[in-house]
C-alpha cells in the first residue's frame, strides 16, 4: 500500500499543453487535444515550462506520455537551469530509460530516473528527480527524437499523446494531481489501525525491504508515509 505526504503539484495548466505557460519550439498543440505535434521548422522539437522554486530541495518532474506516430518512438526529458541540464532519453514502446545525457554544471545533481507504466492504454509515466542547489528556477519538458537525432526537419504531422505533467518537492514519484490555472495541494494520507490486546511489537516493512519498529504500542497506530509491502502486529504470546 502507497502511503503518500501532503504533495503540490506545480505545474498549472498539467493537462492542456496549449497554454501559454507551456513555451513550444518547433511543436503545435491544440486546446485540450491531447496530442503534442512537430511542425516543418528544423532544429528541436521541445515543449517545456519554467518553475519558479525554491532552492536547496529535491524536486520531481514527470509527464504521462504514449507513442502515437511510428517514427517517434523515443522522447528526451530534459531540466535545464541557467546552463545547467539534465536529460534522459526514453523509449515509448517500453517506457525504459536507454540513455542519460550529459550533467552540466553543478547546480542540477543527483538525477534519477522515472519509469511507470500507468495503464492498459499504453501511457507511461517518465521523468527525473533531481536536486537544485543553488538557482530558484528551471525549465522541465520534453522533446522528440528522431534516428538519434534532437534536432532535425520536422513533417508537420508526426505526434506524440500526451496526458498530462507534474512537478512536485519531492524526491520521489507521487501519484497524479490534476490542475488547472493554478498548482494544487493532495493532502497527506492518514490510515489508522487498532492494535490488538497485548501487542508489543509492530514491525512494518517498506517495499525497499527496510523496516520500521515501533515497540511502544500506540491505542491507534498510524501507517507510516511511504510503499508498505506489509505490517506485522506481534503479541507477547
Known amino acids: 500500500i502507497l502511503v503518500e505526504e501532503q504533495e503540490t503539484n506545480i505545474s498549472v495548466f498539467s493537462e492542456d499543453f496549449s497554454?501559454?505557460?507551456?513555451?513550444?519550439?518547433?511543436?503545435?498543440?491544440?486546446?485540450?487535444?491531447?496530442?503534442?505535434?512537430?511542425?516543418?521548422?528544423?532544429?528541436?522539437?521541445?515543449?517545456?515550462?519554467?518553475?519558479?522554486?525554491?532552492?536547496?530541495?529535491?524536486?520531481?518532474?514527470?509527464?504521462?506520455?504514449?507513442?502515437?506516430?511510428?517514427?517517434?518512438?523515443?522522447?528526451?526529458?530534459?531540466?535545464?537551469?541557467?546552463?545547467?541540464?539534465?536529460?534522459?532519453?526514453?523509449?515509448?514502446?517500453?517506457?525504459?530509460?536507454?540513455?542519460?545525457?550529459?550533467?552540466?554544471?553543478?547546480?542540477?545533481?543527483?538525477?534519477?530516473?522515472?519509469?511507470?507504466t500507468v495503464d492498459a492504454e499504453g501511457f507511461y509515466v517518465i521523468g527525473i528527480s533531481f536536486f537544485l542547489s543553488t538557482n530558484n528556477n528551471f525549465n522541465a519538458g520534453f522533446g522528440f527524437i528522431k534516428n538519434g537525432n534532437n534536432s532535425y526537419q520536422g513533417n508537420g504531422t508526426s505526434r506524440v499523446n500526451v496526458f498530462s505533467s507534474q512537478v512536485v518537492e519531492a524526491r520521489f514519484l507521487s501519484s497524479y494531481i490534476p490542475t488547472g490555472n493554478s498548482a494544487v495541494t493532495r493532502n497527506a494520507d492518514v490510515i489508522t489501525a487498532t492494535p490488538p490486546n497485548g501487542t508489543v511489537k509492530i514491525t512494518t516493512t517498506f517495499a525497499d525491504d527496510t523496516t520500521e519498529i515501533l515497540t511502544s504500542i500506540p491505542a491507534t497506530f498510524t501507517l507510516p508515509i511511504g510503499s508498505i509491502r506489509q505490517v506485522v502486529m506481534q503479541s507477547s504470546l
Not at 507513442?67 to 535545464?80: F, H, R, Y
Open 19 to 116: 497554454q501559454s505557460p507551456w513555451g513550444k519550439t518547433g511543436v503545435s498543440t491544440s486546446l485540450n487535444a491531447g496530442f503534442v505535434t512537430e511542425t516543418t521548422a528544423g532544429g528541436n522539437h521541445r515543449c517545456a515550462k519554467r518553475f519558479n522554486v525554491t532552492p536547496s530541495n529535491f524536486y520531481n518532474a514527470s509527464f504521462r506520455l504514449k507513442q502515437e506516430s511510428a517514427d517517434i518512438s523515443i522522447v528526451e526529458v530534459l531540466i535545464i537551469s541557467g546552463s545547467n541540464f539534465l536529460t534522459t532519453r526514453f523509449d515509448l514502446t517500453t517506457g525504459a530509460s536507454i540513455s542519460d545525457g550529459d550533467v552540466g554544471g553543478t547546480i542540477l545533481t543527483q538525477k534519477t530516473n522515472i519509469t511507470t
